[in-house]
């Protein structure tokens, strides 16, 4: 959530800046209701310093020896306007929290212009694309019976995916490789979380109330599947004012994700690469301000790492204004080589919430300097899509007779297996 002093000082400002990513903030309306909220505000002032006033004339009369009835009364009329106006205070500060709620973040000033994905800025790329002396399989043709919709439709439906044998072994090593990674090279601590959250949780990184359609809710309770762990990782911090000494914080997690891409449908429907449930290493950083654009690009380059050691060639797009996430300030995608496919696809995905999801949050660190409480900046990144890093390896690393040649960095997790 932003600042809500940014509205009150440089309205105008930031609808502009908001029009750039697509967003069109309803002026007038917030106008209208920050007037109420102001004259509300001192209206409830007024009246509860004129029963001070009277309160302390009360006791002068009764010192007095004089009757207070009439001030009494007074007295209790007061308490009844300044009631009525707390309450219409209440009802406009709601509103508000309710428009402010599903505004999404300013675009950082580096972030690209731009409305949609076609927008978006290549900033590298890393590796060479392999050529094969024949037509390359997609992950779909490679994965044979080893890769099994059928039976994942039979137990839940359209977008899953049964993994078997060899390849279920595949997509574990992928996911302990990553892990091992990011803790032994990069300074993360791993942790587990639940894959439940509740409802705060969800408010607190921005999926909701905005979107909620997009969530799976358990019926019974307040509870939510998580759609990516940073959700859970994140909120760790939540309503926490932590000792400067601790940042950053950097968390790495690995789970199951839930979607239920709601508005998807159409869209990637082949395969593994859009389901409904995918396994996810998710980095989070919590940090100081002054240091969250470098926290972004450190992070982005240990998802670049994962990428380097498989050997799997990729390119970095900085995203434009109108393709960034809800809560972005700014976001860099990576996207791997898919030969099967003949077109790079998203497999990570890092941004700098700078203190968006902090406000909504509560979670603060203590200035070293000034001693008072600062909202911390988050970052989150991919590290990597779990699923999508599996389709990868299995289309770069296949040969013509559809066998898939396991990558030398996962030889160790594979327990002797060296083709599938």
Known sequence: MLDVKLYRDNLEGIAEALLTRGFSLDVSTVKNLEAQRK???????????????????????????????????????????????????????????????AVPNLPHPT????????????????????????????????????????????LSGARFVVLKNQLARLHRALGQFMLDLHTSQHGYQEI???????????????????FAEDQFAIQDGDWWLIPTSEVAVTNLVREEILDFDLLPLKYVCHSPCFRKEAGTYGKDMRGMLRQHQFDKVEMVQIVSPEDSYAALESMVSHAEAVLQQLKLPYRVMALCRGDMGFCAAKTFDLEVWLP??????????????????????????????????????TLNGSGLAVGRTLIAVMENYQDSEGRIHIPEVLLPYMGGITII
Not at 64 to 87: C, F, H, N, R, T
Not at 132 to 143: I, N, Y
Not at 351 to 367: G, V, Y
């Open 39 to 101: 004259a509300l505000q001192v209206e409830t002032e007024r009246l509860q310093s004129e029963r001070n006033q009277r309160s302390k004339a009360i006791g002068q009369a009764k010192a007095q020896g004089k009757s207070v009835e009439p001030l009494l009364a007074e007295v209790s009329q007061l308490g009844d306007a300044i009631q009525a106006a707390e309450e219409a205070l209440q009802v406009i500060q709601s509103e508000l929290h309710r428009l402010y709620t």
């Open 340 to 377: 099967g496919q003949n077109h790079y696809r998203e497999i990570s995905s890092c941004s700098n919430t700078e203190a968006f999801q902090a406000r909504r949050m509560q979670a603060r660190f203590r200035h070293p300097t000034t001693h008072k409480p600062e909202y911390c900046h």
């Open 192 to 210: 587990y979380v639940p894959y439940l959250v509740n409802s705060d949780c969800l408010f607190g990184t921005g999926q909701l109330p905005k």
């Open 111 to 154: 972030a690209p212009e731009g409305k949609r994905e076609e927008d978006n800025v290549e900033i590298r790329r890393w590796g060479e694309a392999p050529v094969f002396p024949f037509v390359p399989q997609d992950h779909v043709a490679l994965g044979g019976t080893l890769l099994d919709f059928e039976a994942a439709a039979k």
